[in-house]
């Protein structure tokens, strides 16, 4: 079955820096790759997401890049803020299929 | 509250209780998970529902039994659980029950097992 690896777990950031997570998937037929932001004490929600038939995609600070060759997808934020500071998720799956398989998650602390 | 809801918000049992959770989605979704969030653990599946029907059994113990009488709710039932099944249980809904389908989570419940 599917393994999903995250890292790092933990990150802390200045305010107005970029921030990368990462994250490594085992099952070659996986081809939706979620990324989840849980704040402290709140539920996780979607933030952005990507599918295999594109390698990059962007809404505004956040970008996800998936490399299929490796295996591996990234989640990048820029110009931080506090209010990105939370718990984040990747996940991978095949989008026709019903489970999600979920990393570890990083938690990302950004002072100001 | 809309979207996804989630009752009790905290709930503690000794070994020997039963309890159930119960989650409802107010989305007009066909599809019902329900998760385990253990501290430095990924969230792991448990089970999936689409359309009321299990579709997922994500190897859980028979101490957690889950119900879903309509799309529209979801339980999970627990009998004789044991300390290490402290965790936040969480339910999702989505529009369908595929992996690529936005999930939306309710607030959890906290679960303490004395």
């Known amino acids: 079955g599917e393994n999903v690896e995250q890292h790092p777990s933990t990150l802390s950031v200045q305010e107005g820096d970029s921030a990368v997570i990462k994250c490594t998937y085992s099952d070659s037929a996986s081809n939706y790759f979620p990324w989840y932001k849980q704040e402290l004490g709140k539920r996780p929600q979607l933030i952005i997401d990507?599918?295999?038939?594109?390698g990059e995609k962007k809404d505004q600070r956040i970008a996800v890049t998936l490399n299929k060759t490796a295996k591996h997808f990234s989640l990048h934020i820029t110009e931080t803020q506090p209010e990105d500071s939370a718990v984040y998720f990747c996940?991978?799956?095949?989008?026709?299929?019903?489970?999600?398989?979920f990393g570890k998650g990083t938690t990302l602390s950004v002072s100001s | 509250e809309t979207g996804v809801t989630q009752t009790p918000r905290h709930l503690v049992m000794g070994m020997t209780n039963k309890k159930s959770l119960k989650c409802e989605q107010h989305l007009g979704h066909n599809a019902m998970y329900w998760y385990k969030q253990s501290a430095k653990k990924p969230l792991e599946l448990m089970f999936v529902?689409?359309?009321?029907?299990?579709?997922e059994n994500n190897s859980v113990p028979s101490r957690f039994s889950p119900e879903c009488p309509n799309s529209s709710h979801l339980f999970l039932h627990l009998h004789t659980l044991q300390p290490e099944d402290s965790a936040l249980y969480l339910c999702a809904s989505s529009q369908e029950g595929l992996a690529g389908d936005e999930q939306f989570f309710g607030p959890g419940t906290r679960l303490t097992v004395l």
């Open positions: 529902y689409n359309f009321k029907e299990q579709t």
């Open positions: 996940a991978a799956g095949d989008q026709a299929g019903t489970a999600l398989i």
């Open positions: 990507i599918r295999s038939n594109v």
